[in-house]
Each structure stands twice: as C-alpha cells, then as structure tokens.
C-alpha cells in the first residue's frame, strides 16, 4: 500500500539534496533518515538540538573565524 504525502518545494529540494544517488526514491531516503533518527546516541542527540537551536538564533562561527584562532594559538 501507497500514500502520498504532500511537502513544500523546499522540503522537496532538500531530500533530493541528500539523495546518495540519482536514481533512489523518496522511500528509500526516509527510511535511511528514520533509522538515523533512531538510532542516534540520546547523548549526541540532545546536543544536537542544542547545536540547532544555537544556529538558529545565529550563534554561530565561521571557518575563517576558528582558523584564525587556531594559528594566533
């Protein structure tokens, strides 16, 4: 059995982003990202989150700005 599913444009351009290859279907691409959800490590996981939330709110730095750090260190 089949259902279709309906996702924005932007939803849809980033799965196919993440396709590993041309040809593998939406299926298959949510199943790998299911089992990637649940399988992660709730350690790695919470900080994860943390991770996006501090990106959202621009809490972020730039390659250039720690390689910078990294050679006055």
Do not use: C, W
Request: net charge positive; charged share 40%; hydrophobic share 35%.
């Amino acid at each position: 059995m089949y259902t279709t599913i309906k996702i924005s444009a932007r939803l849809k351009a980033m799965l196919n982003s993440m396709k590993l290859f041309e040809n593998e279907t939406y299926e298959q691409l949510v199943e790998d990202l299911l089992e990637d959800h649940m399988t992660l490590n709730p350690k790695f996981r919470k900080e994860l989150e943390e991770a996006r939330r501090e990106y959202k709110k621009g809490k972020i730095v730039s390659f250039h700005e720690i390689k910078t750090k990294l050679k006055s260190e």
